[in-house]
């Protein structure tokens, strides 16, 4: 065990993910990619597992010194080349009815010293390599969830002042707490908070706004939302017929932007970690839901290789909302890391819309998908807009005026 981690609040994370996460169900084989330094929690995780009626939890490792080894060594073909037999199996165990957990956890900043140019490579070929295994996933066909571990490294990047192992606590009890796990009954937790979740997805599914202006500092945007958009957020139904919670911790609600009608100018409100480098201070002026302008104070050259990865790339894929009182916004404490940073702030992501937030979208040709306004790339980056002072409202299409959010809160009470 890693010292400063506390072993109970391992376990709780281990079993929420197994029960309320994943929904593991009897029979099931359970495939956990992670980094090696998750090892302890992989093994409360297994433990969790075989007790839901697993017949096999099948992990497979990461490790950031190995992944620094190829950027310092390898040759650069290497860079282009990604293991297309690894990801033909992780598909055939999903076709099969395999669920998967992915635990993150590595050093986020691993990357900064290293060549963008071979990063953005590498990511594009494993992307595509791992399309067969990422399709079923981003198609929810089986249940699967995202949750962390305080890695060493991770843990240092957000506590630096810390010493590492103080550091590795303190994030452990952020993601414990992230994750909604204090108190007796984390399960009982979770159910209160799906519920409440449910009930603003609900409130928005009935909106059916034609679009969202955003006003607040350094930002005056409106997002064109397509016809049959479909909010979604918290517990999700998988093709298998498993209710699960893809990411532990959540508090988003998300929907599908237009592609083609996204106008104005937006500013970032909290740094972005992408590919091991750091992004911050960004402002984008979109013109017909393309980004025609962007500009980042650091990280100028990471945000423009993101940009320009492919067509859609430089198009929004997601909007999400989330109030800025969620637990984690509150923590104040920037994680470098997507599950967490993006449940803090309302946030857009640059690249791939998810076919489920468009009504009868999973299964559609990506033509008509692209067709209705679901913005096609290989990449999908979520990054933060949101703060106390934005203000957003919904627009119906016979242009009646609804107020969203006020100061980054909800407007509209439905308690
Ligand atoms: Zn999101
Ligand atoms: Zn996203």
Same mark, same amino acid.
């Given at each position: 065990?890693?010292?400063?981690?506390?072993?109970?609040?391992?376990?709780?994370?281990?079993?929420?993910?197994?029960?309320?996460?994943?929904?593991?169900?009897?029979?099931?084989?359970?495939?956990?990619?992670?980094?090696?330094?998750?090892?302890?929690?992989?093994?409360?995780?297994?433990?969790?597992?075989?007790?839901?009626?697993?017949?096999?939890?099948?992990?497979?490792?990461?490790?950031?010194?190995?992944?620094?080894?190829?950027?310092?060594?390898? %040759? =650069? #073909?290497?860079?282009?080349? !990604?293991?297309?037999?690894?990801?033909?199996? +992780?598909?055939? /165990?999903?076709?099969?009815?395999?669920?998967?957990?992915?635990?993150?956890?590595?050093?986020?900043?691993?990357?900064?010293?290293?060549?963008?140019?071979?990063?953005?490579?590498?990511?594009?070929?494993?992307?595509?390599?791992?399309?067969?295994?990422?399709?079923?996933?981003?198609?929810?066909?089986?249940?699967?969830?995202?949750?962390?571990?305080?890695?060493?490294?991770?843990?240092?990047?957000?506590? %630096? =002042? #810390?010493?590492?192992?103080? !550091?590795?606590?303190?994030?452990?009890?952020? +993601?414990?707490? /992230?994750?909604?796990?204090?108190?007796?009954?984390?399960?009982?937790?979770?159910?209160?908070?799906?519920?409440?979740?449910?009930?603003?997805?609900?409130?928005?599914?009935?909106?059916?706004?034609?679009?969202?202006?955003?006003?607040?500092?350094?930002?005056?945007?409106?997002?064109?939302?397509?016809?049959?958009?479909?909010?979604?957020?918290?517990?999700?139904?998988?093709?298998?017929?498993?209710?699960?919670?893809?990411?532990?911790?959540?508090?988003?609600?998300?929907?599908?932007?237009?592609?083609?009608?996204?106008?104005?100018?937006?500013?970032?409100?909290?740094?972005?970690?992408?590919?091991?480098?750091?992004?911050?201070?960004?402002?984008?002026?979109?013109?017909?839901?393309?980004?025609?302008?962007?500009?980042?104070?650091?990280?100028?050259?990471?945000?423009?290789?993101?940009?320009?990865?492919?067509?859609?790339?430089?198009?929004?894929?997601?909007?999400?909302?989330?109030?800025?009182?969620?637990?984690?916004?509150?923590?104040?404490?920037?994680?470098?890391?997507?599950?967490?940073?993006?449940?803090?702030?309302?946030?857009?992501?640059?690249?791939?819309?998810?076919?489920?937030?468009?009504?009868?979208?999973?299964?559609?040709?990506?033509?008509?998908?692209?067709?209705?306004?679901?913005?096609?790339?290989?990449?999908?980056?979520?990054?933060?807009?949101?703060?106390?002072?934005?203000?957003?409202?919904?627009?119906?299409?016979?242009?009646?005026?609804?107020?969203?959010?006020?100061?980054?809160?909800?407007?509209?009470?439905?308690?």
């Amino acid at each position: 065990m890693p010292h400063g981690i506390d072993p109970d609040q391992l376990d709780k994370l281990a079993e929420i993910t197994v029960r309320t996460g994943l929904n593991l169900q009897s029979g099931q084989e359970l495939v956990v990619f992670a980094p090696a330094e998750a090892l302890p929690l992989i093994r409360r995780v297994a433990v969790h597992a075989y007790k839901a009626g697993a017949n096999a939890v099948v992990p497979f490792f990461t490790d950031d010194e190995m992944t620094l080894a190829r950027f310092l060594h390898a %040759p =650069s #073909e290497s860079f282009d080349h !990604a293991s297309e037999w690894y990801y033909e199996g +992780i598909a055939k /165990a999903l076709e099969n009815g395999a669920a998967r957990l992915s635990i993150l956890g590595n050093d986020p900043m691993l990357l900064a010293h290293q060549d963008p140019d071979c990063a953005a490579r590498l990511s594009k070929a494993v992307s595509r390599a791992a399309k067969p295994a990422t399709k079923p996933i981003a198609n929810f066909d089986v249940n699967w969830c995202v949750t962390a571990f305080p890695g060493a490294a991770w843990a240092s990047q957000v506590f %630096p =002042s #810390e010493a590492p192992e103080k !550091a590795q606590k303190m994030l452990m009890d952020m +993601i414990f707490n /992230a994750s909604r796990l204090e108190g007796p009954d984390p399960v009982a937790n979770w159910d209160a908070h799906s519920r409440n979740l449910k009930t603003r997805i609900d409130w928005l599914n009935t909106c059916r706004f034609s679009e969202l202006r955003y006003r607040g500092p350094g930002t005056d945007l409106t997002i064109g939302l397509p016809d049959g958009h479909v909010w979604k957020g918290g517990r999700s139904l998988a093709g298998n017929g498993v209710a699960f919670q893809p990411n532990i911790p959540t508090e988003e609600v998300f929907t599908c932007p237009h592609a083609d009608r996204v106008s104005g100018l937006v500013s970032g409100t909290k740094p972005l970690s992408y590919q091991g480098q750091l992004i911050d201070g960004i402002k984008v002026r979109f013109e017909a839901g393309k980004a025609v302008s962007a500009h980042a104070a650091k990280g100028q050259d990471a945000l423009r290789e993101l940009l320009e990865t492919d067509e859609g790339a430089c198009r929004i894929g997601e909007v999400a909302l989330v109030p800025d009182s969620s637990p984690i916004s509150r923590s104040g404490v920037l994680f470098y890391n997507t599950l967490f940073d993006e449940n803090a702030s309302c946030h857009l992501a640059f690249g791939q819309s998810y076919s489920s937030t468009i009504e009868a979208g999973s299964g559609l040709p990506l033509s008509t998908l692209r067709e209705r306004g679901c913005n096609q790339s290989m990449i999908h980056v979520d990054w933060m807009i949101g703060s106390a002072q934005l203000d957003i409202d919904g627009v119906s299409k016979t242009g009646e005026i609804v107020h969203v959010m006020r100061k980054g809160e909800w407007a509209v009470s439905l308690d």
